[in-house]
């Protein structure tokens, strides 16, 4: 419950449509940049800031980035972002934190040392931009949303057979990564700016697939009981998701021309 409450408080939200809001924070941007160029062995990242990746770092700033990218690519980078071993927890501490990083429960201090290492040169060379970045894409997503929420919010609740979110649900934007969600220890939604296929409307469309993770627990259990009586194949309520999501999204485009 205080770990939920220090989502909400931690850091302002750039905006919030239909009680999603959107954050571009610092810490978790730079976990998933780490994570990225752990994966990639330091080099250069896709990227907003086009230069080598180290170039224009200060020797201090090389060595604690690359001390950081070392500590990520041994504990970690081998870690789904997602499904990874105490990564949900990870990530919910680093969107909590403010300005300053300390060890706790989830961050030890092995962890905390790494990203406080690789700070200074991702908050010189990269952060802007990739705040930047963010920021653009909020907005240009948020404003669609708006457009199309009070048509689609209602709908994707009939079909699931549960409220839509009472309080605010939480959607982190970072530049690297990709989508997906936690359900625990919060709902929590990641969402990357600097992937081409979540830019416009099929962000848009995403950022409702996402958060609808939280909403399918009705309709999974449907879909496992009619697969067990014999009545559908499938029990697939993934592919059961993207098709509602997508097509009430589609259908909430096209009226509006």
Do not use: C
Not at 10 to 19: D, G, I, L
Not at 85 to 93: K, L, P, S, V
Not at 219 to 246: C, K, N, P
């Amino acid at each position: 419950m205080v770990l939920a409450l220090m989502l909400v408080l931690a850091t302002p939200p750039v905006t919030e449509v239909a009680n999603l809001q959107f954050h571009s924070a610092f810490w978790p941007n730079l976990h998933h940049t780490l994570h990225a160029a752990a994966l990639r062995g330091g080099k250069q990242l896709d990227s907003p800031v086009t230069t080598p990746l180290t170039a224009s770092m200060t020797d201090i700033e090389r060595r604690g980035w690359e001390a950081a990218v070392a500590y990520y690519a041994r504990e970690i980078s081998p870690k789904d972002l997602r499904a990874g071993a105490r990564m949900a927890e990870i990530n919910d501490a680093l969107s909590a934190s403010g300005e300053v990083l300390r060890p706790n429960a989830v961050l030890t201090a092995d962890h905390v040392a790494a990203l406080q290492a690789a700070a200074p040169a991702y908050r010189r060379v990269l952060w802007p931009e990739h705040d930047k970045a963010n920021r653009a894409w909020i907005r240009d997503v948020a404003r669609r949303l708006e457009q199309i929420a009070p048509a689609v919010v209602p709908r994707l609740s009939r079909v699931y057979a549960t409220p839509w979110f009472a309080k605010p649900v939480r959607i982190d934007i970072t530049y690297h990564g990709r989508a997906y969600t936690y359900l625990y220890p919060s709902v929590h939604s990641m969402l990357a700016s600097g992937a081409p296929a979540y830019a416009g409307w099929a962000g848009a469309e995403m950022v409702l697939h996402e958060v609808s993770h939280a909403l399918v627990d009705t309709l999974s259990a449907e879909i496992d009981r009619q697969a067990a009586a014999g009545t559908r194949d499938s029990r697939d309520w993934h592919l059961a998701l993207f098709y509602m999501v997508g097509e009430i999204t589609r259908q909430a485009i096209a009226q509006r021309g």
